[in-house]
Structures are given as structure tokens and as C-alpha cells.
């Protein structure tokens, strides 16, 4: 796998791999991660990754995380009250 570019955001680090005929697009948030793969035949280069995640898309992917973020503080909270933290 190697490393094409990144995708900036001011909250997100997005990075896009090629892989395998594919492109993978890894973004990171804190401790958490979500990748997308596609394949590269749909695409004329891996920039025009850039208009897939636009906005409203970025939007849906950090609520994603949010909930990541929730659902671990609660698996965590179970964990604590269940005295084996």
C-alpha cells in the first residue's frame, strides 16, 4: 500500500492509499478511524476523491465519530460498573 496524498481538513487527518486497484481513504479522528475503499477505474486520479468528500459528507463523517466516541465512553462505563476495569 502506498501513500498518493492527503485531503485537507482542519479537524480530520484524510489520507488516500492505493492498494490493490483500489483507493483507500483513511481519515482519523482522535483514536478513532474510518476508511473507504474504492476502485480506481471509477476515477480519473485519486484527487477527484476531493468532491466526494465534500461538506455534507464530512459532515455525516464526523457525526460518525461522535458516535464512536459515545458508544466507547458507554461500553466503557459498563465495563467500569461491572468491576472488571
Known sequence: MRTLGFIEHP???ISVFGWSEKYLVKIEAG???QTYKF???DFNSWEDLRGFFDKPMLDDILATFRKMSDDAMRAAKRLQSHGTA
Do not use: G, M, N
Request: glycine share 0%; hydrophobic share 55%; proline share 0%.
Open 11 to 13: 479537524v480530520l487527518k
Open 39 to 41: 476502485r480506481q477505474a
Open 31 to 33: 483514536l478513532f478511524e
